[in-house]
């Protein structure tokens, strides 16, 4: 591809790098369109356990690209391009692989987006997350309005939004926007270090678990399927597994169930 460095490491991690120097891997039609396919393609391959996002450039993504924005004056156009666009968000949404988010340098506007549907986020210390839509004109897009509240809370995230906020990576721990601060030159070993954690564990209880949260905002329906993931979870030889190894005071050997 040539927008994206993507690199197979140990145990199932996937390392996704973008690479689109001219635009500062501003989300435009050229790297979404490497990075919807790229995704599909991991989130169908069962040797594919962990993914990591993160960039080849000094910043992670400075969003959508607005030179290329004048052109939406006409509704439909605009419409279309939030269409594209969803595809990859759905996607995202959707996925039950762990995803980790190296961020270095600045993560803007749908470049934070990006950045907030992974479920880990590693920042360096230098780095800035901002949500400046308004300062341009425009609404939130990128599925932000979902998964910006989830992350930090109703009240904090609508500060954010209407304010136009940016956060500095302390800043961003302290809100629970970051879930890790390193300094610059360690955040893909952290990022790495995470994505060995979750790839000892077993991935059809991670599967599921994501699939679980996606549903947290409606009781009846996270109720409604946990009683069908733990079921499918008493059934597998990782179940066992684990039980064994507590009761043997031993480290378990899991990932013999795939769900």
């Known amino acids: 591809m040539k927008f994206l460095d993507i690199q197979r490491l140990e145990r199932g991690v996937v390392r996704i790098a973008m690479n689109h120097s001219e635009s500062r891997n501003a989300m435009g039609e050229a ?47 605009g419409r279309q391009r939030l269409l594209s666009a969803h595809r990859l968000a759905r996607l995202l949404i959707a996925v039950d692989k762990p995803m980790i988010a190296e961020v270095r340098g ?80 360690q955040v893909e070993a952290q990022a790495h270090a995470r994505a060995m954690e979750l790839a000892a564990l077993p991935s059809h209880a991670l599967a599921l678990t994501k699939r679980m949260l996606e549903r947290s905002q409606d009781p009846l329906s996270v109720l409604d399927f946990e009683a069908t993931a733990q079921s499918l979870c008493f059934a597998t030889e990782d179940f066992r597994e684990g039980v064994a190894a507590f009761r043997e005071k031993r480290k378990p050997g899991f990932d013999k169930a795939v769900v």
């Open 31 to 77: 790297l979404r369109g490497e990075l919807l396919p790229a995704f599909e393609d991991l989130f169908l391959d069962p040797s594919c356990r962990v993914i990591i996002l993160a960039s080849a450039l000094k910043d992670f993504s400075v969003g959508g690209d607005l030179s290329k924005m004048d052109t939406l004056a006409d509704p439909k156009a």
């Open 106 to 185: 600045y993560a803007m506007g749908a470049g934070a987006g990006l950045a907030l549907f992974c479920d880990t986020v590693v920042m360096g210390d230098g780095a800035t997350l901002g949500f400046p839509f308004p300062k341009v004109g425009l609404a939130p897009d990128f599925a932000i309005a979902h998964t910006l509240p989830r992350r930090i809370g109703f009240a904090r995230a609508r500060q954010a939004l209407l304010y136009a906020r940016s956060f500095k990576a302390s800043e961003a721990l302290a809100i629970g926007l970051a879930d890790d601060v390193v300094a610059d030159d």
